[in-house]
């Protein structure tokens, strides 16, 4: 076959090139005069090192030459790039063909032998990227004796190929390579792993390795979901007669704008906007979700909000206001805590799932690794947990388990919503925009209701305050409850042995669920209307006015934000373009049923969010003041007797001895305070 040509099995002739048997590269130069002849002017005029052509174009022009392209990739290039440099009479021109769309799409895990040689597209993340290095691809030598020079491509990664002696001479001492004349590009080497919305459950994602050159190099970071095509081929240095598969990557962009990989046909669409115009939709959506656990339409209903989240905003002042919802589930042993994680995990279009029992701190926000990835030994960050949920939602099971970095790294991540890394000498950020939702145990095993959240979760306030909703779950029994709880767990076992009906069968499946959250994520993105504005204004307003001490906070703006995020998710649920008034109340009555539970003083039943915020209520520091005080007028000779102060505060009702003494340890644990002899403390 002539270079310039390529056969075609013809065509049904609905396509501009539908009667040619053959096309050359003056054919194709036709394509890119019609298609593109901006691109073949701006070649012509400047030079371009790389252009992209779309997939569907060159299906409209000529189908056969789609597949060709499929099937024959290399070649097909070689004549797309040929025309190109015809259609610009620039014949010294050597531009990379970039291919974009989606042509011949499929997963990695089903990547098998008949797609050798094929142009695939593949999506995925990246989850390790080495750094950008220097490739030899023509390497020249300069003769120490007669000044020859001599050229030679380089084909292999590890070894510089050299002459083993002159062509003019005969000289075989080394030769000098003369830099200035070699030509050389830019590599990197990248690891694309399956995404984790895209794996069904309990499977281990599976990866392909690539490398990228030029103009692709740095275009993506570790934790980025991509869209990759290009050519598959067998791992280079092939030793044995097995060997994994490789790509040569032709065009690589991230998926910024993707909310997920769930697709939606013109049926699933047309299905969840008539289910949207139900009276009872959000009803309908928490009786569907978690069916199986019996009771928490409140948690339920919340987590469902979560799911569906609100859009993230960009201020005038360039800054950024998430808009994603962390919620905390706290309770006692066997209340269904890690269930209720579990469903989220499987119904949100995007998320991830962990325990932080069995994850360390580089398993949450990074790690540095050091293996043979990229032909060398050099270390590569992999990205954690949060940074892999990005736009999604992380389900951390057991968080009071966690470790101090990973909790400093989670205060970073839930309000930046980004991971700071610094390890093996490189330091970067990865960014985490997702939804928090996590269950923790109170730490003496169950829940006392008179006494603060914060002291029984064995997490500390400042990373408490970061969640929007809190629910402590309690295990209490109730004769009336506990009968129906258990007909249900009951009935539902006689459901799935096909003697009873209707019993934890959803209206709404799982997978009907994802597709309902995943277009509402996609298409609605709600404005606040002044009637909303107002009723969330008032509300907050009216909050911070309660209780009879000036000094206690009821609520800080944190919470005004969370009620925002919420109506704007009940706004979703709808596939509503405003949000409402009602949108608000009911963001305001989940947020009220969080702050009912966890944020008041325990002592006094007023609204104080320092139970949160700082874990000290305003009643616990008035205490701690008044107990320095009798301890400042008990002090002689530099300390006090401590029993004359358990007697002042008991008969002053300032404090119990239970809590004068825990003052004390407090105190002495801080540095606060010391017992100089047995029986009497000093202030330091």
Known sequence: MPSDERMFAGSDGDTENSDDETISKEDVAQFWDRYYSDTVAELREFGLSAVEVDHSDIVTWSPDLADDLITHPSETMDLLRRGLVYAADYPDSKPEIRISGKPNRVSIRDLRDEHMGELVTLRGVISQASEVKVQMDKAVFECKMCSTFSEIHQYKADELAEPKECDSCGWKTPHAIVEEMCETSDVQHLRIQESPDE???????????TEVYGDLCHRVSPGDRITVIGTVRLEKGLDSRQASL?????????????????????EDKERI?????????????????????????????????QMFGAPLKKLADGTEKRGDIHILLCGDPGTAKSQLIEYAHEVAPRSVHTSAKNATGVGLTASAEQDDFGDSTEWTIKPGALPMADKGLIGVDELDKTGREERGALHEALEQQKVSYSKAGKTGQFRARCSLLAAANPSEGRFDEHMGIVEQVDLEPALMSRFDLIFPVYDKPDEEFDSELGDHILDSVREAQGDKEDVVAPEYPPEFLRKYISYARRNVEPALTDEAHDKLREWWVSLRQEGDNPDAVPATPRQLEAAERLAEASARVRLKDEITEND?????????????RVGRDPETGEFDIDVIESGTTQTQRERVRSIEQVVEQLTKEGSAPIDEVVDVCISEEIATEDEVYEWIDSQKRQGEAMEPTKGEVRLV
Do not use: C, H, Q, W
């Not at 794996?199 to 390795?209: K, M, Q, S, V, W």
């Not at 490789?246 to 013109?266: A, F, G, H, Q």
């Not at 949207?276 to 339409?297: N, Q, T, W």
């Open 199 to 209: 794996l069904r459950a309990g499977e281990t994602p599976e990866y392909i390795d």
């Open 246 to 266: 490789r790509l040569d990557t032709n065009n690589i962009e991230p998926r910024e704008t993707d909310i997920d990989s769930v697709e939606l046909d013109t």
């Open 273 to 305: 906007r008539e289910e949207s115009d139900r009276d009872d939709i959000e009803d309908a959506l928490v009786e569907s979700f978690a069916p199986s656990i019996y009771g928490y339409e409140t948690e339920k209903r919340a987590l469902l909000y």
């Open 584 to 596: 608000a109340e009911r963001a305001i009555g989940i947020l009220m049923s969080s702050l009912l």
